[in-house]
């Protein structure tokens, strides 16, 4: 799928426009990305990226994560690792460009909403005067590689924390039956290529001097569903408390 762009002689020193939607989305089945959950224990081998992983090649390692290998801590920012391979950044000086990364939409939900908020925020780092975390809980369905929430590839990883909110102190005995939050992820593999070629005759007759062909693919991959287990424990984060007075007032906190 493909559209055309010229430029002409007041365009010159100017990138080429793209379409404003994608003009091609296909199915792709799982995404090329691993998650891990926490951090790694002290002791833990040199190449450790997380505590637990949860997610491996697009594919849930496990649904449900047991309370004894996993917790999400209400109201802490709860540590998580996501890698890819998929990325892409060339441009040129002339206009062309080859951009392509997944992008990530976010939904979650709680097993009991009278303990546990439905809405939980996710955080990302990102470079903004230095390193900060911003929230992405929110992002959409774009059609811009470079999304509000996009993933670059390297074995660094993409840091994210996810903060649940609790409504009351949650007993995390050995006997405990433990509120899960469902975390509900969507991957989007978004490519945006503009690619010079020979104008037309009639296109070099309206003055044309630099003509380009753009596309603009979305690859929509499987979903990811995982359920975690919350447990509340000491107050982590400016404004927050272990257990929260409302769950509206603690999401816009952090957003």
Not at 119 to 138: F, H, I, N, S
Not at 151 to 158: F, P, W
Request: charged content about 25%.
């Amino acid at each position: 799928a493909a559209g055309a762009a010229c430029v002409g002689h007041a365009q010159e020193q100017q990138p080429p426009a793209v379409a404003a939607r994608a003009e091609e989305v296909s199915d792709g089945g799982p995404a090329d990305i691993d998650i891990w959950f926490g951090e790694c224990e002290f002791n833990a081998p040199f190449d450790c990226r997380g505590h637990v992983q949860v997610v491996d090649r697009g594919r849930p390692v496990t649904r449900t994560v047991s309370p004894a290998n996993y917790s999400l801590i209400a109201s802490g920012l709860n540590p998580f690792l996501i890698i890819t391979q998929t990325y892409t950044r060339v441009t040129s000086a002339d206009g062309q460009h080859d951009f392509e990364a997944i992008n990530l939409q976010w939904f979650t939900a709680s097993s009991d909403k009278d303990v546990v908020c439905e809405q939980a925020a996710v955080l990302q780092e990102k470079k903004a005067d230095g390193l900060v975390m911003a929230a992405v809980t929110e992002a959409d369905d774009t059609d811009d590689p470079f999304g509000l929430s996009f993933l670059r590839d390297g074995e660094a990883g993409n840091r994210f924390w996810l903060r649940p909110y609790a409504l009351e102190r949650i007993d995390s005995g050995p006997n405990a039956s433990l509120p899960e939050l469902e975390l509900t992820i969507l991957p989007t593999t978004v490519r945006s290529v503009v690619a010079k070629r020979a104008c037309t005759t009639e296109e070099l007759n309206d003055g044309a001097t630099g003509c380009f062909d753009t596309e603009r693919v979305k690859t929509r991959h499987d979903s990811i569903r995982l359920r975690l287990p919350v447990v509340t424990r000491r107050p982590e984060g400016v404004g927050h408390t272990e257990v929260e007075d409302a769950c509206w007032r603690a999401y816009s906190i952090d957003q």
